[in-house]
């Protein structure tokens, strides 16, 4: 179902992709020219729960890790709803979080739908493909090569679906990659 343009946050851009993708260096990289930064909340949750011995890790209790990762989302997305029209780039989505509970066999419940419709944001996606010549595991990524490039494809899947129209941001020098997204918002 694509939502009516009219509902869209147009100064809400999303980078999305698989793990490992360059999306956190290109955001510094956009932060560092002025644009407003929404951090990743999975990591942000990964290092919490950690610290603290919790059972919300993807590894421990990946359906409490995902309603963890939605509330957060949520929150960010709401924290700057009402904020001036300046533009925010979003370290994923809401939709991510769908995403990863349809890849990990939890489904999309009808509340996570109605929630990723209530809050849209841009129609272009900027998506970063697999890159293998950057791609690293660390305490907080620990998927493999191949759980990756699958995790893009299907991001690509579920954007689709909720009627986002995906540009691909090229494997490219980081400020290569910066002009290209800032080209793209302003045309």
């Not at 690509?156 to 910066?178: A, H, Q, S």
Request: hydrophobic share 35%.
């Amino acid at each position: 179902m694509r939502h009516r343009e009219l509902d869209r946050k147009n100064n809400f851009y999303v980078i999305t992709g698989g793990p490992g993708a360059g999306k956190t260096t290109l955001l510094n990289a956009l932060g560092a020219r002025g644009f407003n930064i929404i951090p990743e909340d999975a990591r942000k949750i990964i290092k919490q729960q950690t610290d603290m011995n919790g059972e919300g890790l993807p590894w421990k209790n990946a359906r409490y890790f995902t309603h963890l990762m939605l509330e957060a989302s949520v929150r960010s997305y709401e924290a700057i709803q009402d904020r001036s029209e300046a533009i925010h780039f979003f370290d994923r989505g809401i939709p991510d979080t769908l995403c990863y509970a349809d890849m990990i066999g939890l489904g999309i419940s009808a509340e996570m739908d109605r929630t990723a419709k209530k809050c849209p944001y841009n129609s272009i996606i900027f998506m970063l493909p697999p890159w293998p010549e950057i791609y690293q595991t660390d305490e907080e990524r620990k998927q493999s090569w191949e759980e990756a490039v699958f995790t893009y494809t299907k991001m690509k899947e579920t954007y689709i679906k909720y009627g986002y129209e995906l540009v691909e941001v090229p494997k490219d020098e980081i400020e290569n990659r910066v002009r290209f997204v800032i080209d793209k918002i302003r045309l």
